[in-house]
């Protein structure tokens, strides 16, 4: 119930209010029933004359207490030590009293009830002989500009400034209660982008918490962005590295006069050519990457035949296909709706596509590229499904979750062969179809082969 951070304020508030007013009457009410102002005053008046009758220079205290009590208007009772009456100034007058009994919880004034319940304030001194003398008097009427002006301010103002006190103390906690946790999100803030930042453990009331969960996830965004940068970096200067070897050795050789025949030095040409041509896919990708992460990529809409784009791959592919002795097909489904994209940029999804099956499908194997008008309302509406599938080995379950992640490949066998790619394809292919506003998916089974879906959103009418 009290979850949020705003009911758990407005608690803390009315507890704080709650605790104050409750002290305050607690202390009033007591004050108010026991009166102790007006009642010592009594009880002071009452020992005086207990003294004054206790110091009889030999006269008989009957006799004393008899004339104390018409000139003082007190009452006096002599008790006997098994607590009997023996003598009582009022008897006549007054309802009698008896001998006090002890309070388990003693009243700062003594009170005492006579018979007829009628209250007494009284002051009892056990004298040499076991005996007992008391001297009281009926308790006083109180008047409430009295109460108001004598007792109630002083005593208000002293309960309120403890009622301040005790106030600013459970304040002090709640406030440390919901300040804490959000102290321990700025100290860990205060470290970011450290590597070595733990996740903050939620804390305090239900917000705070949320927030705590939020800065966690955060932070493991940040770290997975860092190590995400720093793999790149590494792929990156790997993917650098084997060709500027390539490049600088046949250079050198070139140079000091190793290859020493036209052969060769054509071999070192070639060589040289081809793999500063690879260098140059490579950074032209990671151009390309870059513009579609920042979303200035260059990117052109305008009305696709998407039939013609996918029987122009094929056509693209032909020689190839042949050469590797698999067949290309290409299936589209009749009066297909108007659609807008960027041709050349959808050109080069497929193409990677298409290389990637030629490159995984094995002699006698078959790549089709298929058309078909679906729903989906995670896109818009009605989508456009452009499917990429082969009969190669397909790919395991383990690589599926990262076939789109940069530098990433499948197939370790083929890093550092020959026609091997950077692994930067399908990253760009990913890109290029959500700046389109679509998504792209792979299935695959080993063995079985291998399908990539492009699902691209169609023009609303």
């Excluded at 009889?56 to 009452?75: E, I, M, T, Y």
């Excluded at 007829?116 to 009926?138: F, G, H, Q, R, T």
């Excluded at 194997?365 to 452009?386: A, C, H, K, W, Y």
């Amino acid at each position: 119930m009290f979850s949020s951070l705003r009911s758990r304020l407005w608690l803390s508030y009315a507890l704080l209010v709650v605790t104050a007013l409750s002290v305050v009457a607690i202390i009033l009410f007591v004050y108010l029933i026991r009166n102790p102002f007006l009642y010592r005053q009594t009880l002071e008046r009452l020992q005086a004359v207990q003294t004054v009758v206790l110091e009889r220079d030999g006269q008989s205290l009957s006799v004393v207490a008899q004339r104390a009590s018409k000139n003082f208007n007190v009452r006096i009772v002599l008790f006997s030590a098994d607590q009997q009456v023996l003598l009582d100034t009022a008897a006549k007058k007054e309802p009698a009293l008896q001998f006090p009994n002890e309070k388990i919880l003693p009243r700062s004034t003594p009170i005492l009830r006579d018979e007829k319940k009628s209250a007494w304030i009284y002051s009892l001194e056990k004298l040499p002989d076991n005996s007992y003398i008391m001297v009281a008097a009926p308790r006083p009427r109180i008047a409430l500009t009295n109460v108001f002006t004598d007792d109630f301010l002083p005593l208000i103002l002293q309960s309120g400034i403890f009622a301040l006190l005790l106030s600013l103390v459970v304040a002090f906690f709640f406030a440390r209660w919901i300040a804490d946790p959000l102290q321990k999100v700025v100290i860990a803030a205060r470290q970011m982008p450290s590597a070595a930042i733990k996740a903050v453990e939620p804390q305090g009331p239900h917000e705070v918490q949320e927030l705590t969960r939020a800065f966690n996830g955060m932070i493991q965004r940040t770290q997975a962005s860092q190590k995400s940068q720093r793999e790149f970096v590494a792929n990156v200067s790997h993917e650098l590295k084997t060709p500027l070897t390539s490049v600088q050795g046949f250079a050198q050789a070139l140079i000091d006069g190793t290859a020493d025949t036209v052969e060769s030095r054509q071999q070192a040409a070639q060589i040289i050519y081809d793999e500063s041509a690879r260098m140059h896919r490579m950074v032209l990708d990671l151009l390309d990457l870059a513009r579609l992460d920042a979303g200035t990529a260059d990117i052109t809409m305008s009305p696709v035949d998407i039939s013609a784009l996918l029987n122009a791959i094929a056509e693209k592919f032909t020689p190839q296909s042949q050469r590797a002795g698999v067949e290309i097909k290409v299936k589209t489904v009749a009066a297909l709706p108007a659609f807008s994209a960027d041709g050349d940029r959808l050109a080069q999804v497929f193409t990677n596509l298409v290389d990637n099956a030629l490159k995984f499908t094995p002699q006698g194997g078959v790549i089709t590229l298929s058309v078909t008008l679906e729903s989906d309302s995670l896109l818009s509406g009605r989508i456009m499904l452009v499917s990429v599938s082969d009969t190669g080995a397909g790919i395991s379950a383990d690589d599926l979750p990262h076939i789109f992640d940069r530098f990433y490949q499948a197939d370790p066998a083929r890093k550092g062969g020959e026609k091997h790619g950077a692994g930067l394809g399908l990253a760009i292919a990913h890109e290029i179809v959500q700046a389109h506003g679509g998504k792209i998916s792979v299935r695959s089974r080993l063995g079985e082969g291998t399908s990539f879906d492009v699902f691209l959103p169609l023009m609303k009418k």
